[in-house]
């Protein structure tokens, strides 16, 4: 459905409906979940997004085609990292995201309708808005290739392999340890307690940089940035931390030791914590 809204509307406004068949096909995923009783049909869909929208922009735009070349393997390959991950953790149709019960179980009868807003729609927005740097790539660039390009593939080649290494440890230190209760420590899992989240924030910095580099007179070009550290900083490293606190007793120790994200950081990052 998706598909056709984006192929056979009106192509003047690809923005809008890049816009309308993204939350049509949560909409088609939301319905999935609600038949099945699971919300984690969506998980998947997170990753899936972002190359869907910048092929079909690519097609529809003019932009600079070095760039939009380099742009597009960038996200497909966060892309196919992500979506790796979840094909390996899928474990079936009744498998469940552990934060999901947990919604269940605070929310009760309201849980589907919450589903929907706070599983479903909601981060399909904020995806959403995390890749209008892709439109104005394609779609609005006033710039030739430049110096912020530069630092946007380092940016984004540097997050992307970050990512996959504390993949790549998480795994390894999974096979190998003892215990559920032991706490990865090594490797970048030195460096902060949430590598793969510094990744991923680092990801959408690039995309932003891009965009500046293709029109940095666009301030809207910031706001999946900004959505996205206040993701990361204000819900999904809080519920981690507190789930690992629960879990594992050595944790409490290594949140002392280990700075959440960036080092030095100060408060613009979660910092060390007392408890």
């Known amino acids: 459905m998706a598909i056709a809204v984006a192929s056979f509307s009106d192509s003047t406004q690809p ?21 099945f009783r699971n919300s984690s049909f969506y998980d998947a869909y997170w990753s899936v997004a972002p190359p869907l929208l910048v092929g079909y922009w690519w097609l529809s735009g003019d932009g600079e085609l070095a760039r939009v070349l380099v742009v597009f393997v960038i996200v497909l390959t966060w892309a196919i990292r992500l979506t790796g991950n979840w094909v390996k953790s899928w474990r079936g149709l009744d498998h469940e995201d552990w934060r999901y019960p947990k919604i ?13 807003l706070g599983i479903h729609l909601v981060p399909t927005i904020v995806v959403f808005i995390g890749c209008l740097p892709l439109f104005i ?19 984004g080649t ?13 795994s390894n230190f999974r096979q190998s340890r003892t215990s559920e209760a ?6 970048v899992w030195a460096w902060c307690r949430h590598p793969n989240y510094l990744g991923e924030i680092g990801f959408w910095v690039a995309l ?27 819900v999904s490293i809080p519920l981690i931390d507190a789930q690992l606190l629960a879990s594992k007793p050595a944790y409490a120790d290594y949140r002392r030791r280990v700075w959440s994200l960036v080092p030095g950081a100060g408060s613009l990052f979660t910092s060390k914590q007392s408890d």
């Open 182 to 187: 032991e706490v990865l420590d090594q490797g």
């Open 208 to 234: 932003g940089l891009f965009g500046y580099a293709a029109n940095p007179t666009l301030w809207w070009n910031w706001a999946g940035v900004v959505v996205m550290v206040v993701l990361f900083l204000g």
């Open 104 to 116: 269940h179980d605070a929310t009760g009868r309201l849980y589907w309708p919450v589903s929907f």
């Open 15 to 35: 923005l809008y409906l890049a816009g309308l068949a993204d939350l049509l096909a949560t909409v088609v995923v939301f319905s999935f979940s609600l038949a």
């Open 158 to 170: 540097g997050a992307v392999y970050l990512e996959a290494r504390a993949d790549r440890e998480l």
């Open 137 to 155: 790539v394609t779609h609005a660039s006033v710039r030739m290739l430049n110096v912020w390009d530069g630092v946007a593939f380092a940016v």
